[in-house]
């Protein structure tokens, strides 16, 4: 069975330190793995995909298959950061993505 | 492009009563999954739509049923409700056969049961 476990349900930082994420997976075979972001009041979004390897609004996640983790990172935290984050994984390969989500972490950038 | 809409966004509802929400999905999009998102949880997946059929679906009961129409929007329909079927309701949209492609949200459906 496939799942994603962020073990973090709140966290807290000051504006400008560094933010790290965590999430990790079960899945028997190559997953694809993903960060959502849902800033207040709006609709879940996609902030970053591993395949894709870029860098949105400063924030990076590299895929660590031999840990199973997919931690979301960035160096200096902003006040805009502040929001629930979702770590999520399907089967890679497809187009028709099932997402099983983790049950998030809520971020909060204090000024 | 408004992107995916659902409506209602808020609904109260009895216990065993029946439940019907709807969702447009972003134009250009063929797939329609819907998600259902309970207080402090992640979204989980209900089942997914494409070419008027079911193609996958999660570990729910059969009370909950959908269609899509021959315009790719959909319906999601749960029958019986119970308490537990309290929740937020996500439609996302997809298209498929492009590699790489990105999956779009709707808010969300507001469902209360009491």
């Known amino acids: 069975a496939q799942r994603v476990t962020q073990p973090e349900k709140l966290l807290s930082v000051f504006k400008g330190a560094p933010v790290e994420l965590k999430c990790n997976y079960s899945y028997s075979g190559s997953p694809e793995l993903f960060w959502y972001v849902q800033y207040s009041r709006q609709r879940l979004q996609l902030l970053l995909r591993?395949?894709s390897r870029e860098s949105i609004k400063g924030f990076t996640a590299d895929l660590n298959k031999g840990e199973t983790s997919f931690h979301l990172k960035k160096p200096f935290a902003q006040e805009e950061d502040s929001a629930m984050y979702y770590c999520a994984l399907t089967n890679s390969g497809g187009s028709n993505y099932k997402l099983t989500f983790g049950k998030g972490t809520l971020l909060t950038v204090n000024p | 492009d408004a992107g995916v809409t659902q409506s209602p966004t808020h609904l109260i509802k009895t216990r065993g009563q029946q439940v019907t929400l709807r969702c447009s999905p972003k134009?250009?999009?063929?797939?329609v999954s819907w998600y259902q998102q309970a207080l402090g949880q992640g979204p989980q997946f209900i089942f997914q739509y494409y070419e008027e059929e079911e193609r996958q679906r999660g570990n729910f009961p059969d009370r909950f049923s959908g269609h899509q129409f021959p315009n790719y929007s959909s319906e999601l329909n749960v029958n019986a409700l119970l308490l537990g079927d309290s929740a937020l309701y996500l439609c996302?949209?997809?298209?498929?056969?492009?590699?790489?492609?990105?999956?779009?949200f709707g808010e969300g459906s507001w469902l209360t049961v009491v």
């Open positions: 134009s250009g999009h063929d797939t």
């Open positions: 591993h395949i």
């Open positions: 996302a949209s997809s298209l498929v056969g492009l590699a790489g492609n990105t999956i779009y």
